[in-house]
């Protein structure tokens, strides 16, 4: 069975820095893309970062491009969100989501999500 | 920016049917741009639902559909039941890894 475990969320100042991380098991991790993906209270997904199965190519969303940056470490089986220069509207839900290996562009799995929130 | 449309909005009468759909606030969605939808029921994590525009992902009740009407990506329900009172999201695949997702729409079952 594919578990996604995301972990690392809490109550950050702005300004402050956190790591997400995201536990995987039940597949080859190695194998696919991963994404993280947010959700702020009350409003939709928003897509964040995708990164390639072997790490190599990473691609960010311009609302977090240069202050967040995705990676992942395959020998552990884990994918991280490293947060920066946080601010007030980064509170959210973060879920990480796994990219198919088919080729057909869609996020197959997804964790049960890590809440951050950003404030004084 | 790419924008990516849904009605924030609908509902249906339990056992009707429902159309949901997914535009680009410029052009035309096509098949090119891999749709696919996800169900979000409050409080709850994502579930994918269909992806490649109409592909069913595993589990998934045949009484969810994705098709292309007209210029933009559709989901139905048909047949719809109470726990299919949920947040829809539609997402497009841009290039290069790069995913954009709707705005979502609350469908309430009443």
């Known amino acids: 069975e594919v578990q996604l475990v995301e972990s690392g969320g809490g109550l950050v100042q702005p300004g402050g820095s956190l790591r997400l991380s995201c536990a995987a098991s039940?597949?080859?991790?190695?194998?696919?893309?991963m994404s993280w993906v947010r959700q702020a209270p009350g409003k939709g997904l928003e897509w964040l970062s995708v990164i390639s199965d072997s790490g190599s190519n990473t691609h960010h969303a311009d609302s977090v491009k240069g202050r967040f940056t995705i990676s992942r470490d395959n020998s552990k089986n884990t994918l991280y969100l490293q947060m920066n220069s946080l601010r007030a509207e980064d509170t959210a839900v973060y879920y990480c989501?796994?990219?198919?290996?088919?080729?057909?562009?869609?996020?197959?799995?997804w964790g049960q999500g890590t809440v951050v929130t950003v404030s004084s | 920016q790419t924008v990516v449309t849904q009605e924030p909005s609908f509902s249906v009468s339990p056992g009707g049917t429902v159309t949901l759909t997914c535009g680009l606030s410029s052009g035309s969605v096509s098949t090119s741009y891999y749709p696919s939808w996800y169900q979000q029921p409050p409080g709850q994590a994502p579930r994918t639902l269909i992806y490649n525009t109409n592909t069913r992902s595993s589990g998934v009740p045949d009484r969810f559909s994705g098709s292309i009407l007209g210029n933009k990506a559709a989901l139905t329900i048909t047949g719809a039941q109470a726990d299919d009172e949920s947040d829809y999201y539609c997402v497009l695949y841009m290039s290069s890894g790069i995913s954009v997702f709707g705005g979502g729409t609350k469908l309430t079952v009443l």
């Open positions: 039940g597949f080859t991790f190695s194998g696919h893309g």
């Open positions: 989501a796994r990219r198919d290996r088919s080729g057909q562009h869609y996020f197959d799995d």
